[in-house]
């Protein structure tokens, strides 16, 4: 199985940046598609971006363009940078793994990380 902890989350004024880290143990990730995922109170989760054992990435609508995934094999890590934040982007983020499914479908992934809070003020 795999272990997925998250990290880098915070409060941010609208416009900054963060970068979300997910750090995954248990399994190599390298063949694993990754994704991130984003949860607002009393909202259902929302896609976010997610990238694969190519590296090929996908983005949600409305991070394209200020969102980029990434990932570092030799560390288990997967990123998530975060520019022009906006108070809509507010959520619980959390990271998620799977051998295969499509991408932007939380039902396909197996595993989770905990989530990291993401507070963009106005």
């Known amino acids: 199985q795999v272990q997925l902890v998250e990290s880098g989350g915070g409060l941010v004024q609208a416009g900054g940046s963060l970068r979300l880290s997910c750090a995954a143990s248990g399994r190599p990730t390298s063949s694993y598609t990754m994704g991130w995922f984003r949860q607002a109170p009393g909202k259902e989760r929302d896609f976010v971006a997610a990238i694969n054992w190519r590296s090929s990435t996908y983005y949600a609508g409305s991070v394209e363009g200020r969102f980029t995934i990434s990932r570092d094999n030799t560390k288990n890590t997967v990123y998530l940078q975060m520019n022009s934040l906006k108070p809509e982007d507010t959520a619980v983020y959390s990271c998620?793994?799977?051998?295969?499914?499509?991408?932007?479908?939380?039902?396909?992934?197996?595993?989770w990380g905990q989530g990291t809070q993401v507070t963009v003020s106005a």
């Open positions: 998620a793994a799977v051998r295969a499914g499509t991408p932007n479908n939380a039902d396909a992934y197996n595993y």
